[in-house]
Nanobody, 127 residues
Framework: QVQLVESGGGLAQSGGSLRLSCTAS????????LGWFRQSPGTEREGISC????????YYADSVKGRFIISRDNAKNTVYLQMNNLKPEDTGIYYC????????????????????WGKGTLVIVSS
């Protein structure tokens, strides 16, 4: 059974940092494009960062560029999202996603490029 499990969410102050992790079970992440999506209150879920199978290519939405860093450790079957200089508008549910053979930008463009989802982890940033 394929499972993606996120951790690391919680409450942070504006300007602070959090690190999200997503670990897979039931399959190897090493063959998949991976990504993080966010659903903020009153908005649709959007792809904020995606990374290629070997980690050589990454994509960031304009809203997080320069503040968030995506990385992966295929040996640990885990993908990370380091979130720095957090803002209240970063509040939302963060979902880990696996995109199989999807290209990085395509996967982050919407749900169509995603094969599997985690259940999400809540991040709240206070001002």
């Amino acid at each position: 059974q394929v499972q993606l499990v996120e951790s690391g969410g919680g409450l942070a102050q504006s300007g602070g940092s959090l690190r999200l992790s997503c670990t897979a079970s039931g399959f190897s992440l090493g063959f998949s494009t991976l990504g993080w999506f966010r659903q903020s209150p009153g908005t649709e879920r959007e792809g904020i960062s995606c990374i290629s199978k070997n980690g050589g290519t990454s994509y960031y939405a304009d809203s997080v560029k320069g503040r968030f860093i995506i990385s992966r450790d295929n040996a640990k079957n885990t993908v990370y999202l380091q979130m720095n200089n957090l803002k209240p508008e970063d509040t939302g549910i963060y979902y880990c996603a696996s995109g199989g053979l999807s290209a990085v930008r395509y996967m982050c463009s919407g749900d169509a490029g995603v094969d599997d989802w985690g259940k999400g982890t809540l991040v709240i940033v206070s001002s």
